[in-house]
Protein backbone atom coordinates (compact mmCIF):
# COMPACT_ATOMS: atom_id res chain seq x y z
CA UNK A 1 0.00 0.00 0.00
CA UNK A 2 1.14 3.77 -1.16
CA UNK A 3 1.80 6.35 2.00
CA UNK A 4 0.82 9.41 0.56
CA UNK A 5 3.62 11.72 0.96
CA UNK A 6 2.55 15.01 2.48
CA UNK A 7 3.26 18.17 0.53
CA UNK A 8 3.59 21.91 1.79
CA UNK A 9 1.33 24.01 -0.34
CA UNK A 10 2.55 27.78 -0.29
CA UNK A 11 0.82 29.98 1.12
CA UNK A 12 -0.58 32.50 -1.81
CA UNK A 13 1.23 35.61 -2.20
CA UNK A 14 -1.47 38.19 -2.42
CA UNK A 15 0.15 41.48 -4.47
CA UNK A 16 -1.74 44.35 -5.25
CA UNK A 17 -3.32 44.68 -8.79
CA UNK A 18 -2.53 47.78 -10.00
CA UNK A 19 -4.56 48.58 -13.29
CA UNK A 20 -1.77 51.99 -14.00
CA UNK A 21 1.44 52.62 -12.59
CA UNK A 22 2.20 56.08 -10.78
CA UNK A 23 5.28 57.69 -11.81
CA UNK A 24 6.46 60.36 -9.22
CA UNK A 25 9.22 62.58 -10.28
CA UNK A 26 12.20 62.27 -7.61
CA UNK A 27 14.71 65.06 -7.95
CA UNK A 28 18.48 64.51 -7.32
CA UNK A 29 19.77 66.67 -4.44
CA UNK A 30 23.42 67.06 -4.49
CA UNK A 31 24.77 64.93 -1.94
CA UNK A 32 26.99 66.42 1.21
CA UNK A 33 27.79 63.91 4.16
CA UNK A 34 25.31 65.10 6.59
CA UNK A 35 22.05 64.72 3.72
CA UNK A 36 23.44 61.33 3.22
CA UNK A 37 23.92 60.55 6.72
CA UNK A 38 20.91 58.32 7.64
CA UNK A 39 21.92 56.26 4.08
CA UNK A 40 25.88 56.07 4.77
CA UNK A 41 29.08 58.07 4.62
CA UNK A 42 30.60 59.89 2.27
CA UNK A 43 34.16 59.02 0.93
CA UNK A 44 35.91 62.28 -0.36
CA UNK A 45 39.22 62.79 -1.22
CA UNK A 46 42.06 63.11 1.93
CA UNK A 47 45.36 63.46 1.99
CA UNK A 48 47.81 60.40 1.21
CA UNK A 49 48.96 59.66 4.79
CA UNK A 50 45.77 60.36 6.77
CA UNK A 51 45.71 57.99 9.48
CA UNK A 52 41.94 55.60 9.02
CA UNK A 53 39.00 57.52 10.60
CA UNK A 54 35.22 56.98 11.17
CA UNK A 55 34.70 56.45 7.76
CA UNK A 56 37.10 53.25 7.22
CA UNK A 57 35.53 52.21 10.80
CA UNK A 58 32.51 52.12 9.20
CA UNK A 59 33.17 49.95 6.72
CA UNK A 60 32.07 46.11 7.48
CA UNK A 61 33.16 43.53 5.01
CA UNK A 62 33.56 41.26 8.08
CA UNK A 63 30.90 38.11 7.06
CA UNK A 64 32.80 37.10 4.51
CA UNK A 65 35.81 37.79 1.41
CA UNK A 66 35.81 41.18 0.11
CA UNK A 67 35.51 41.91 -3.49
CA UNK A 68 36.45 44.99 -5.15
CA UNK A 69 35.48 45.19 -9.03
CA UNK A 70 34.82 47.23 -11.77
CA UNK A 71 31.43 47.24 -12.67
CA UNK A 72 30.80 48.25 -16.72
CA UNK A 73 27.19 49.52 -16.90
CA UNK A 74 25.42 50.60 -19.85
CA UNK A 75 22.61 53.88 -19.79
CA UNK A 76 19.82 52.20 -18.57
CA UNK A 77 16.71 54.94 -18.55
CA UNK A 78 16.22 57.22 -15.09
CA UNK A 79 13.56 55.17 -13.77
CA UNK A 80 13.53 53.74 -10.33
CA UNK A 81 11.31 50.28 -10.42
CA UNK A 82 12.83 48.52 -7.95
CA UNK A 83 15.53 48.93 -5.03
CA UNK A 84 17.54 46.74 -2.96
CA UNK A 85 19.54 46.02 0.22
CA UNK A 86 22.15 43.92 1.42
CA UNK A 87 22.28 43.43 5.18
CA UNK A 88 25.18 41.58 5.71
CA UNK A 89 27.25 44.22 4.49
CA UNK A 90 28.33 47.65 3.62
CA UNK A 91 28.96 48.34 0.04
CA UNK A 92 31.00 51.32 -1.56
CA UNK A 93 30.30 52.97 -5.27
CA UNK A 94 32.49 55.21 -6.92
CA UNK A 95 32.70 56.51 -10.37
CA UNK A 96 35.44 55.67 -12.75
CA UNK A 97 36.89 58.36 -15.01
CA UNK A 98 35.05 61.39 -12.64
CA UNK A 99 31.68 62.08 -14.09
CA UNK A 100 28.76 62.67 -11.85
CA UNK A 101 26.25 60.26 -11.22
CA UNK A 102 22.95 59.35 -9.60
CA UNK A 103 21.83 57.05 -6.55
CA UNK A 104 18.75 56.87 -5.39
CA UNK A 105 18.48 55.60 -1.47
CA UNK A 106 15.95 55.22 1.78
CA UNK A 107 16.42 53.93 5.19
CA UNK A 108 16.61 50.24 6.35
CA UNK A 109 14.39 48.75 7.96
CA UNK A 110 14.97 45.09 9.42
CA UNK A 111 11.31 44.08 10.48
CA UNK A 112 10.43 45.24 6.67
CA UNK A 113 10.68 43.49 3.67
CA UNK A 114 10.13 46.69 1.72
CA UNK A 115 11.11 50.52 1.70
CA UNK A 116 9.12 53.20 2.80
CA UNK A 117 8.54 54.78 -0.31
CA UNK A 118 7.82 58.03 1.18
CA UNK A 119 11.24 57.94 2.53
CA UNK A 120 12.98 57.40 -0.56
CA UNK A 121 15.10 60.09 -1.99
CA UNK A 122 18.09 60.54 -4.57
CA UNK A 123 21.28 62.26 -4.92
CA UNK A 124 23.67 63.39 -7.68
CA UNK A 125 27.55 62.11 -6.61
CA UNK A 126 30.44 64.04 -7.74
CA UNK A 127 32.76 62.09 -9.88
CA UNK A 128 35.32 62.42 -7.32
CA UNK A 129 33.19 61.01 -4.26
CA UNK A 130 32.63 57.57 -3.41
CA UNK A 131 29.53 56.80 -1.43
CA UNK A 132 29.74 54.05 1.72
CA UNK A 133 26.14 52.71 2.13
CA UNK A 134 25.52 51.76 5.46
CA UNK A 135 23.88 47.72 5.75
CA UNK A 136 20.28 47.01 5.18
CA UNK A 137 20.63 50.91 3.16
CA UNK A 138 17.73 50.21 -0.19
CA UNK A 139 19.58 51.37 -3.69
CA UNK A 140 19.23 51.88 -6.78
CA UNK A 141 21.83 52.93 -8.98
CA UNK A 142 24.14 54.09 -10.05
CA UNK A 143 22.56 55.70 -12.82
CA UNK A 144 23.95 58.29 -15.25
CA UNK A 145 23.81 60.34 -18.73
CA UNK A 146 26.27 58.87 -20.78
CA UNK A 147 26.09 55.52 -23.04
CA UNK A 148 28.42 53.63 -20.98
CA UNK A 149 30.45 53.96 -17.53
CA UNK A 150 32.59 52.06 -15.28
CA UNK A 151 32.21 52.32 -10.97
CA UNK A 152 34.55 51.01 -8.55
CA UNK A 153 32.35 48.26 -6.41
CA UNK A 154 33.40 47.06 -2.71
CA UNK A 155 31.40 44.25 -1.11
CA UNK A 156 31.90 41.03 -0.30
CA UNK A 157 32.55 37.69 -2.98
CA UNK A 158 28.52 36.67 -2.56
CA UNK A 159 26.71 39.83 -2.10
CA UNK A 160 24.73 39.30 -4.85
CA UNK A 161 24.44 35.73 -4.46
CA UNK A 162 23.51 35.74 -0.67
CA UNK A 163 22.82 38.97 0.63
CA UNK A 164 20.41 40.67 -2.19
CA UNK A 165 16.74 41.89 -1.17
CA UNK A 166 15.04 43.73 -4.19
CA UNK A 167 11.72 45.02 -3.61
CA UNK A 168 9.91 45.77 -6.76
CA UNK A 169 7.82 49.41 -6.29
CA UNK A 170 6.12 48.56 -9.58
CA UNK A 171 4.52 45.37 -8.42
CA UNK A 172 4.10 46.13 -4.26
CA UNK A 173 3.20 49.76 -4.35
CA UNK A 174 2.03 50.61 -7.90
CA UNK A 175 4.79 53.76 -8.77
CA UNK A 176 7.88 54.18 -10.02
CA UNK A 177 10.23 57.20 -9.93
CA UNK A 178 11.44 59.13 -12.80
CA UNK A 179 14.84 60.58 -11.58
CA UNK A 180 15.89 64.56 -12.18
CA UNK A 181 19.16 66.47 -11.54
CA UNK A 182 18.08 69.24 -9.33
CA UNK A 183 18.35 72.38 -11.91
Not at 37 to 59: C, M
Not at 163 to 170: E, N, P, R, V, Y
Request: aromatic share 8%.
Amino acid sequence: MRQAMAQAIPEPVHMPNYSSIDVRILIAEPITAANFAPFGKLVEPTADGTPAGEIDHALDLSGGRPRFYIMALTHRPLTVSGITRHAQATQVLAAVGGLPWLLAVAPGNAASNAPDPAAIRAFTVPGHVAVLLDRGTWHAGPYFSTAEMSFFNLELEDTNIVDHDTCDLAAQFGLTFDLRPAA
